[in-house]
């Protein structure tokens, strides 16, 4: 998935494109428990 030790780096353009994959997973991981949160407590409040 990434390079190894003895690899040249990624190139910025790639490095960029994986962060922004991660920040979007993180995203709708957090959006996601939030909004489980929120109807979880309208249903039963």
Do not use: D, N, Q, T
Not at 11 to 35: C, I, Q, T
């Amino acid at each position: 998935m990434f390079e190894r030790k003895y690899e040249k780096l990624a190139p910025v353009s790639v490095f960029v494109r994986r962060m922004a994959k991660s920040v979007a997973m993180a995203g709708l991981l957090v959006a996601g428990a939030l909004f489980l949160g929120v109807s979880g407590y309208h249903w039963i409040a």
